[in-house]
T-cell receptor
Framework: AQRVTQPEKLLSVFKGAPVELKCNYS??????LFWYVQYSRQRLQLLLRHISRESIKGFTADLNKGETSFHLKKPFAQEEDSAMYYC????????????FGQGTTLQVKP | DGGITQSPKYLFRKEGQNVTLSCEQNLNHDAMYWYRQDPGQGLRLIYYSQIVNDFQKGDIAEGYSVSREKKESFPLTVTSAQKNPTAFYLC????????????FGQGTRLTVV
């Protein structure tokens, strides 16, 4: 079955600490994976996608096919990073038709 | 301001009534989608449409209906058959093809009392 799992509902860290938001997926083919972010009172927006291998706002994510993971990392968290983060899988090549994880709320404390 | 617009932001309805949520985009995207967002469950796909006059059921289509008469519009009707309609509804659109970004609306919070 195609599934995305984010095991942590809430991740709370202090400003300047490293952050790792976990994402594991279940998919038999070659996955296309994304991280979306939803800041308070703002719309859901794309943060990054694995195929572009870019760093956005200091965040990176590496696809590990052996561990079927796509964890989101940032070496030094900022207060403005506080948001809801969703990991998503595109199983069909149609990038709007996504399978989302349950979401992780990141809380960065001052 | 280009983008995808959902209206209204908040909607209240009595149990047993049908209600229609609006979604409009001016991005010239071919594909549009409706998701439902519940706490602890992430986003789940209700319906999607890849072209005008065509749409497909998503994972949780029961109790919902859609239409796609115009490229820029994809309204969602929550019918009285939907057992648990109170939720946050998100509309999205994207260009056709692979590796294109999905753009989301601000959402509509529906409360059925």
């Amino acid at each position: 079955a195609q599934r995305v799992t984010q095991p942590e509902k809430l991740l709370s860290v202090f400003k300047g600490a490293p952050v790792e938001l976990k994402c594991n997926y279940s998919y038999s083919g070659s996955p296309e994976l994304f991280w979306y972010v939803q800041y308070s009172r703002q719309r859901l927006q794309l943060l990054l996608r694995h195929i572009s291998r870019e760093s956005i706002k200091g965040f990176t994510a590496d696809l590990n096919k052996g561990e079927t993971s796509f964890h989101l990392k940032k070496p030094f968290a900022q207060e403005e990073d506080s948001a809801m983060y969703y990991c998503a899988l595109n199983p069909s090549g149609n990038t709007g038709k996504l399978i989302f994880g349950q979401g992780t709320t990141l809380q960065v404390k001052p | 301001d280009g983008g995808i617009t959902q209206s209204p932001k908040y909607l209240f309805r009595k149990e047993g009534q049908n209600v229609t949520l609006s979604c409009e985009q001016n991005l010239n995207h071919d594909a549009m989608y409706w998701y439902r967002q519940d706490p602890g469950q992430g986003l789940r796909l209700i319906y999607y449409s890849q072209i005008v006059n065509d749409f497909q059921k998503g994972d949780i289509a029961e109790g919902y209906s859609v239409s796609r008469e115009k490229k820029e519009s994809f309204p969602l009707t929550v019918t009285s058959a939907q057992k648990n309609p109170t939720a946050f509804y998100l509309c999205a659109s994207s260009m056709a093809g692979i590796n294109t970004e999905a753009f989301f609306g601000q959402g509509t919070r529906l409360t059925v009392v």
